[in-house]
């Protein structure tokens, strides 16, 4: 079991930055891959960003590219996602996740675990 505990969310500006932490605990695998992804009200999860631990395969959505970049500290079994120039359409529950490679790792379904979410709200 991994268990997974996001931290960072909260209101800000447009144009300002948050930093999101994605703390991982239990029996982690230093190959899988780990993802951010984001829901808004009556959406279904949205693709944000994974990489590997070793950071050697890292993709970003294309509304996120430029301005997010997803980074690990292994010593720490942490992930982060730094959120540059956010704009309220970056609005969303952020939810951090786990799981092995995949050709899909873009998707929900490729992800065994799942931290709880963490809101973030950039006002106009």
């Known amino acids: 079991q991994v268990q997974l505990a996001e931290s960072g969310g909260g209101l800000v500006q447009t144009g300002g930055s948050l930093r999101l932490s994605c703390a991982a605990s239990?029996?982690?695998?230093?190959?899988?891959?780990i993802g951010w992804f984001r829901r808004t009200p009556g959406k279904e999860r949205e693709f944000v960003a994974y990489?590997?631990?070793?950071?050697?395969?890292?993709v970003y959505a294309d509304s996120v590219r430029g301005r997010f970049t997803i980074s690990t500290d292994n010593a720490k079994n942490t992930m982060y996602l730094q959120m540059n120039s956010l704009k309220p359409e970056d609005t969303a529950v952020y939810y951090c996740?786990?799981?092995?490679?995949?050709?899909?790792?873009?998707?929900?379904?490729?992800?065994?675990?799942w931290g709880q979410g963490t809101q973030v709200t950039v006002s106009s």
């Open positions: 990489t590997s631990w070793s950071g050697s395969s890292t």
């Open positions: 996740a786990y799981g092995p490679p995949s050709p899909a790792a873009t998707m929900t379904g490729s992800y065994n675990y």
């Open positions: 239990g029996r982690t695998i230093s190959w899988y891959y």
